[in-house]
């Protein structure tokens, strides 16, 4: 299992930790104070305290762009956000989703003292949550993976024993009100054959890679990487046309020496034709080649 490079861990947290921890709190009217909110392109609906700020931005990572997208609202004493991010791709090894949810809180508890980490899921995705005492305040957030989709739920609350009791019951209702509307429609099985190559879906245009693969080519082993002992996996992004045809392939991770030929038998694979509303669109996925010395 390739490790996933610590700069995507942090990337994710640079977009919403410091500008929300940073935010100095507003007053809110008592009678003012709950209002459900639902993101329909976010896919979820949460209660959030008075009005809220919105932002969206795109960011570079080892792994690609990231697309975020941050709610925020403020009471006197807390800071309340909301965030969903677009990853560039899905994790699909149970190593890898636990290797990536295990490590993004350390963006933010590096700034403080990590209090607890707790392995929770919603709706049967996985997640966690993770509690850091700051200097000057708390810090709760919970985080979840849903297929291509990065949420995360945090409030920051005034690091005193009174607000600390007050804040308790206040915490876990917003927590408890946030919830994923309907199916995501990022989540989707693996094809291919077995020990050969699968492909992974993501999100284009709120479609998903559902059809099958028509034509699939395995790479030809290069002799240069048989005589140097090199073996491992390849990933390689593909863009399928509206047709079904891979009209681009770009290596994400792998040996070197095994590369140009899994980029090669990329582009010659095809798929069924993917539909969205009934219109055909293009998708992207990943192509995992499996290189074994016999």
């Known amino acids: 299992m390739k490790r996933i490079p610590q700069s995507f861990f942090l990337a994710l947290f640079v977009f919403a930790i410091p500008s929300f921890a940073q935010t100095q709190p507003r007053q809110t009217a008592q009678e003012e104070f709950w209002k459900e909110f639902s993101s329909t392109a976010g896919g979820f609906k949460v209660a959030l305290p008075g009005d809220r700020a919105e932002t969206s931005k795109t960011l570079e990572s080892p792994g690609g762009k990231i697309k975020c997208h941050t709610f925020t ?118 094809i291919g054959e077995e020990g050969k190559a699968a492909v992974v879906n993501k999100v284009v245009k709120s479609g998903v890679l559902s059809g ?28 399928v046309s509206e047709e079904g045809r891979v009209i681009e392939a770009i290596v994400i991770s792998g040996p070197e020496l095994l590369r140009d030929a899994a980029v090669q038998a990329a582009k010659e694979w095809v798929f069924k034709p993917t539909k969205f509303d009934g219109v055909p669109v293009k998708v992207q996925g990943i192509l995992i080649f499996n290189f074994e010395l016999q």
């Open 73 to 190: 609202s403020w009471t006197p004493f807390a800071s309340f956000l909301v965030s969903y991010s677009e990853l560039p791709v899905i994790l699909t090894e149970p190593g890898q989703v636990k290797e990536f949810l295990d490590h993004m809180h350390e963006g933010e508890a590096s700034h403080g003292k990590l209090l607890s980490m707790t392995e929770i899921e919603l709706d049967g995705y996985p997640g966690r949550e993770f509690i850091v005492e700051l200097p000057d305040s708390m810090f709760r957030m919970r985080y979840y993976l849903v297929g291509s989709r990065f949420y995360q739920i945090a409030v920051r609350t005034i690091n005193t024993a009174e607000m600390a009791r007050s804040m308790v019951e206040m915490t876990d209702e917003f927590f408890a009100s946030f919830k994923l509307n309907g199916k995501p429609v990022n989540k989707a099985p693996a």
């Open 212 to 239: 099958s693969a028509l034509k699939k080519v395995g790479p030809a082993y290069p002799g240069e990487a048989k005589a140097a002992r090199v073996s491992g996996k390849v990933q390689v992004q593909v863009t």
